[in-house]
């Protein structure tokens, strides 16, 4: 188990500290897929008791972040090819919609913000954080997505958003692939401020085809 493993102070309910300090192991790797997780052992650790720690399970589970397994318990999930396929063939169909209306309904001050935010994500990876560069680029596309002013759309994405998170951040750990995502991201956020629809739309969807393949790539080195 991590020996990093701890809660942040916050005023949120504790399941949700635990959620999220369970959620950080997992994606950056330090609970590793497979690995079992003993609620018992888990509120020791985090100085909570065993309430939490199930509540959040549930949570991860959710997000397929965690597994439940007959008579093993939790444990960490892994990633499938089949899983990262269906995520993205679906955030690939609710992305082109996105920018499609964003093309057309972001306004000026929303275009600033949207460089603004190409900036930040840029700072982020020359930090070389992974956690960070995540962020900022969760929080870019989010942007897009509330460019959109539909709010059924965002809703739509809402659901699908934690498991996109996991497969983003698997995408950003391949520190190949961080150069190739400064310029995905100028050119959609170009192709924005732009207004041209049909630019917008290609540049998301090789976006979102690269990152299928950064991430099957380092699957299949990981069986071999």
Do not use: W
């Amino acid at each position: 188990m991590d020996d990093d493993l701890k809660l942040e102070i916050s005023d949120e309910p504790l399941r949700d500290v635990v959620f999220r300090a369970l959620r950080q192991a997992i994606l950056k790797g330090s609970l590793k897929p497979g690995e079992r997780l003993m609620e018992i052992q888990l509120a020791k650790k985090l100085g909570v008791s065993r309430t939490p720690i199930r509540e959040a399970m549930r949570m991860l589970e959710l997000e397929g972040l965690v597994k439940m397994v007959p008579r093993k318990g939790a444990e960490v999930a892994g990633i499938t090819e089949k899983n990262l396929r269906d995520v993205l063939e679906v955030r690939r169909a609710l992305e082109e919609l996105a920018i499609e209306l964003a093309c057309t309904r972001m306004n000026d001050n929303d275009k600033k913000e949207l460089v603004h935010l190409n900036k930040v994500f840029k700072e982020a990876v020359k930090n070389h954080d992974a956690i960070q560069i995540a962020k900022a680029d969760e929080a870019f596309h989010e942007f897009i997505y509330a460019g959109t002013c539909n709010k059924k759309l965002i809703q739509l994405i809402e659901h699908l958003r934690e498991q996109m998170y996991r497969y983003r951040v698997e995408y950003i750990k391949d520190s190949g692939s961080r150069t190739l995502l400064i310029t995905e991201h100028e050119d959609i956020a170009n192709a924005l401020i732009a207004g041209n629809i049909p630019l917008a739309k290609k540049v998301i969807r090789e976006h979102i085809y690269n990152q299928e393949l950064s991430i099957v790539r380092n699957l299949i080195a990981e069986v071999k």
